[in-house]
């Protein structure tokens, strides 16, 4: 308890580096040998949220690795994982990794459907690579689950026009 309290006061005075100490530890501390039998990382029912508090200070510091070591702990926080996830991805961004940024934001979809972050980078990642096509089956298959929705649709004749197809575009377009 004295390491989360320690980790929010740091936190709250925006002294990240000071909160990630705390924190970390409290992460890291999950993991001990003398602990090992209580199997904390899967029964610790706050390690998810802290993890994300971990995450949060790192991303402001800019400390890339410690997003990447302690993000994979907050993606199952039932408020918070899928700006956890996002961290993540941006991280991987940052660093030019488009392998890992890649699968970030895939990994983002397939947890977090419903978080438009991860569908407009996956579509803007296929769109600067001139993969026209393999945007235009994303969208279809989320349009195939949800046909109406709005970004889904905008996001087709955005596709459409951008691959000069503007007959097939302006149909999606009034709908959109």
Same mark, same amino acid.
């Given at each position: 308890?004295?390491?989360?309290? &320690? &980790? +929010?006061?740091?936190?709250?005075?925006?002294?990240?580096?000071?909160?990630?100490?705390?924190?970390?530890?409290?992460?890291?501390?999950?993991?001990?040998?003398? *602990?090992?039998?209580?199997?904390?990382?899967?029964?610790?029912?706050?390690?998810?949220?802290?993890?994300?508090?971990?995450?949060?200070?790192?991303?402001?510091?800019?400390?890339?690795?410690?997003?990447?070591?302690?993000?994979?702990?907050? *993606?199952?926080?039932?408020?918070? &994982?899928?700006?956890?996830?996002? *961290?993540?991805? #941006?991280?991987?961004?940052? #660093?030019?990794?488009?392998?890992?940024?890649?699968?970030?934001? #895939?990994?983002? !979809?397939?947890?977090?459907?419903?978080?438009?972050?991860?569908?407009?980078?996956?579509?803007?990642?296929?769109?600067?690579?001139?993969?026209?096509?393999?945007? !235009?089956?994303?969208?279809?298959?989320? *349009?195939?689950?949800?046909?109406?929705?709005?970004?889904? +649709?905008? +996001?087709?004749?955005?596709?459409?026009?951008?691959?000069?197809?503007?007959?097939?575009?302006?149909?999606?377009?009034?709908?959109?």
């Amino acid at each position: 308890a004295n390491l989360i309290n &320690g &980790g +929010v006061l740091y936190f709250n005075k925006n002294q990240n580096a000071e909160a990630l100490k705390f924190f970390g530890t409290y992460i890291e501390s999950a993991k001990y040998p003398m *602990l090992e039998s209580y199997n904390l990382v899967q029964k610790d029912t706050l390690l998810s949220q802290i993890s994300y508090y971990a995450t949060l200070a790192a991303d402001r510091l800019k400390d890339y690795s410690a997003v990447k070591k302690y993000a994979p702990y907050a *993606l199952n926080d039932k408020e918070n &994982g899928k700006f956890a996830a996002q *961290l993540l991805a #941006e991280t991987y961004k940052q #660093e030019k990794d488009s392998v890992q940024f890649l699968k970030a934001i #895939e990994d983002g !979809m397939m947890k977090y459907p419903e978080n438009q972050y991860f569908f407009a980078n996956l579509i803007d990642y296929y769109a600067q690579r001139n993969q026209n096509a393999k945007a !235009m089956e994303f969208v279809d298959t989320q *349009l195939t689950k949800d046909p109406n929705n709005k970004l889904y +649709v905008y +996001v087709k004749a955005y596709l459409y026009h951008n691959m000069k197809k503007y007959d097939e575009a302006i149909p999606y377009y009034q709908k959109a």
